[in-house]
T-cell receptor, first 114, second 112 residues
Framework: ETGVTQTPRHLVMGMTNKKSLKCEQH?????MYWYKQSAKKPLELMFV???????ENNSVPSRFSPECPNSSHLFLHLHTLQPEDSALYLC?????????????FGSGTQLSVL | SQQGEEDPQALSIQEGENATMNCSYK?????LQWYRQNSGRGLVHLIL?????REKHSGRLRVTLDTSKKSSSLLITASRAADTASYFC????????????FGSGTRLSIRP
């Protein structure tokens, strides 16, 4: 148990569906991240939310929409996805200034787009 | 890109043997980290070595860093079946987690 909880663990959706991934961290961190992990590819940073910065990877399509209502919760809203979006989506958190460079990951959501 | 590249991509060894994985990167870094991932799960941080350090130990793990060659190695001694996982190096150019770049990983299998 890393203190970062992701739901759901698995998700199957059609290309016309709208769904959301949820991440919650119980570590008191104030930075949260979404990563995408596709087969045989490096982890791709999608979005970062922290007190210091909000970073968006400009290569992430607009069909992925992040939301961070507070420092403990992070959402990834999905709509009109494509089959190539099927991947493991990982949430992570860190505490800049304390565990500055170390990331704590959730178990991920395995997404399949049909 | 400062992306780390692990070598080999896959490694299979007998339980009890030592496992060595290598990582090369392209630009100057602030620190280099190693993470472990069990199949279909999240990554777990193993160890961090800073650019001014050459070697670091944690339990059965030994990490070396050669900034002149832009390379690092992770040694797992006396391997166990439970060490079966994918191992990733990650480089950070600055002291900020948002600047961490991951490699593609080494898939380690320990045969009983």
């Amino acid at each position: 148990e890393t203190g970062v909880t992701q739901t759901p663990r698995h998700l199957v959706m059609g290309m016309t569906n709208k769904k959301s991934l949820k991440c919650e961290q119980h570590l008191g961190h104030n930075a949260m991240y979404w990563y995408k992990q596709s087969a045989k590819k490096p982890l791709e940073l999608m979005f970062v939310y922290s007190l210091e910065e909000r970073v968006e990877n400009n290569s992430v399509p607009s069909r992925f929409s992040p939301e961070c209502p507070n420092s403990s919760h992070l959402f990834l809203h999905l709509h009109t996805l494509q089959p190539e979006d099927s991947a493991l989506y990982l949430c992570a958190s860190s505490q800049p200034g304390v565990t500055n460079e170390k990331l704590f990951f959730g178990s991920g959501t395995q997404l399949s787009v049909l | 890109s400062q992306q780390g590249e692990e070598d080999p991509q896959a490694l299979s060894i007998q339980e009890g043997e030592n496992a060595t994985m290598n990582c090369s990167y392209k630009t100057s870094i602030n620190n280099l980290q190693w993470y472990r991932q069990n199949s279909g799960r999240g990554l777990v941080h193993l160890i961090l070595i800073r650019s001014n350090e050459r070697e670091k130990h944690s339990g059965r793990l030994r990490v070396t860093l050669d900034t002149s060659k832009k390379s690092s190695s992770l040694l797992i001694t006396a391997s166990r079946a439970a060490d079966t996982a994918s191992y990733f190096c990650a480089t950070a150019r600055y002291s900020s987690a948002s600047k961490i770049i991951f490699g593609s990983g080494t898939r380690l299998s320990i045969r009983p």
